[in-house]
């Protein structure tokens, strides 16, 4: 997660803008959200046509953003991905690209108050300890030839209602603690911590970032979502467990275990109380229609009532980066638009064939693992609404940007969260990695095809 903020009187300003901008972002999801009569973007237009230096500086700056997007950072400068996109934000503004009156009518607020309000609600379990007491009463207690499928089934299912990158935060210490008591090599166990984050978050919109997003913009409900690509997560886990099975056999053999004891947990059951009680909440608003923003923004809120917890903790919790990332990435993909990239993309999709489910698979998996899938699905959501079959578009796109973060190391930041959360201990490298993410990918983004293609 983020790291905490540099100063308070910095920190004290983006709670109280944080606060203000929840505020008026749950009134617009409020109204967006009930309202069938509404798009889930009002779409601006512009006045008058864009000049041609205009167009030219609207490409450049969308290539160079994209440039960085793909290599993580500017060579030879400390310009990260979410720097890249204010700047890219800055300059599409400033070259008139999206005009400055309607830049905020550029921003889907629904899905930055889903991805803010569920940072708090996970990042409060975090620090109530929920997570660690679930792993504990489980992983901490198998026998060694259970602890494969109960680590790949407890992190997959756990990542479907959660946001992946925090179970495997959670997850990778307690397998090395496990793995240690029982005389296991941890490496495989790693490998399943991470592929099973990803394949489990593909289940529902709150799984991951880039779910987030296709769930604002495409107006499927949480249940529909689940109901249509929760099966693609189910087959995957046991695709998983099968193929790290297969491809690690000799690590399972035990060897001589270092008898370390499990650490304590000091969590009560008086302290997890309240955390379970508004998630069963906010998972039963869910699963009963409410719109999932506004559901989570309840949530969040509940979670704030306290006279224990310091907000301050929670409010460290968030990953402030991530979300300056999501608000940028909209200003630069809507200056996209209205320079004509977008335009000129679909002609190639419309000539590609890139509304056949199997094709955008592909394109869809390879673009996630140049430029990253939240980029990856900010772009192609501008293509899919004029597809024949949209419904089956929103769909593969979210299977497939999800299940494509399993296909290297570095295609996902979750795989990025393990191979951290274990340095030091376990050394992962790329073949290590890849002999089991590579099998994984194939096979899971062909099982979602194939099922997409038949339940449509």
């Known amino acids: 997660m983020a790291e905490p903020l540099s100063s308070n009187f910095i920190g004290a300003k983006v709670i109280k803008a944080t606060l203000g901008f929840s505020v008026a972002s749950l009134a617009y999801t409020g109204v967006v959200m009930h309202s ?43 310009i990260d991905r979410p720097g890249m996109a204010i700047i890219g934000a800055v300059l599409m503004v400033a070259f008139r690209i999206v005009p400055a009156a309607e830049a905020l009518r550029f921003i889907d607020f629904g899905t930055l108050v ?29 026998k060694p030839r259970h602890l494969l499928p109960t680590v790949i089934f407890i992190t997959g299912v756990l990542s479907a209602f959660f946001v992946n990158d925090i179970i495997c935060l959670v997850m990778v210490p307690f397998v090395l603690l496990a793995t240690r008591r029982m005389g296991l090599k941890p490496l495989p166990y790693l490998l399943a911590v991470a592929t099973s984050a990803n394949i489990g978050s593909v289940a529902t919109i709150t799984g991951n970032p880039q779910n987030m997003l296709i769930g604002s913009f495409s107006g499927l409900t949480y249940r529909h979502f689940i109901w249509h690509l929760g099966p693609v997560a189910l087959i995957g886990l046991v695709l998983d467990w099968l193929i790290i099975h297969r491809m690690c056999g000799s690590d399972f053999v035990p060897g001589e275990a270092e008898g370390v004891e499990a650490a304590t947990l000091h969590v009560s059951t008086r ?163 890849s002999r089991v993410g590579i099998p994984v990918t194939l096979v899971t983004l062909a099982v979602g095809w194939a099922w997409l293609a038949w339940v449509r």
């Open 271 to 433: 302290e997890l109380r309240k955390p379970a009680i508004v998630i069963a909440f906010v998972l039963a608003g869910f699963i009963a229609g409410v719109p999932p923003p506004m559901m989570a923004a309840i949530g969040a809120a509940l979670m704030l009532i306290t006279r224990t917890r310091n907000p301050r903790l929670v409010y460290d919790e968030v990953d402030w980066g991530l979300l300056v990332f999501f608000i940028g990435l909209f200003l630069i993909v809507g200056g996209a638009e209205n320079c004509g990239v977008t335009g000129y993309l679909f002609d190639i999709a419309e000539r590609s064939n890139l509304q056949n489910a199997g094709v955008f698979t592909i394109v869809t998996a390879v673009l996630s693992n140049v430029v990253s899938n939240v980029p990856a699905v900010m772009l192609l959501k501008t293509l899919v609404p004029a597809f024949r079959d949209p419904h089956t578009g929103w769909l593969v796109l979210a299977m497939a940007s999800t299940l494509a973060g399993n296909l290297t190391i570095t295609g996902s930041v979750a795989n990025l969260i393990v191979l951290e959360r274990a340095h030091g201990e376990v050394h992962i490298g790329f073949w290590d990695y």
């Open 114 to 142: 889903l991805l803010f309000s569920m940072m708090l609600l996970v990042g409060y379990l975090h620090l109530t300890g929920f997570f660690e007491w679930v792993t504990e009463q489980i992983v901490t207690r198998l």
């Open 36 to 78: 069938p009569a509404l798009p889930l973007v009002a779409a601006p237009v512009l006045t008058s046509p864009l000049a041609e230096w205009q167009v030219t500086a609207g490409y450049a700056v969308f290539a160079v953003s994209y440039f960085v997007f793909a290599l993580g950072k500017l060579p030879g400068m400390k």
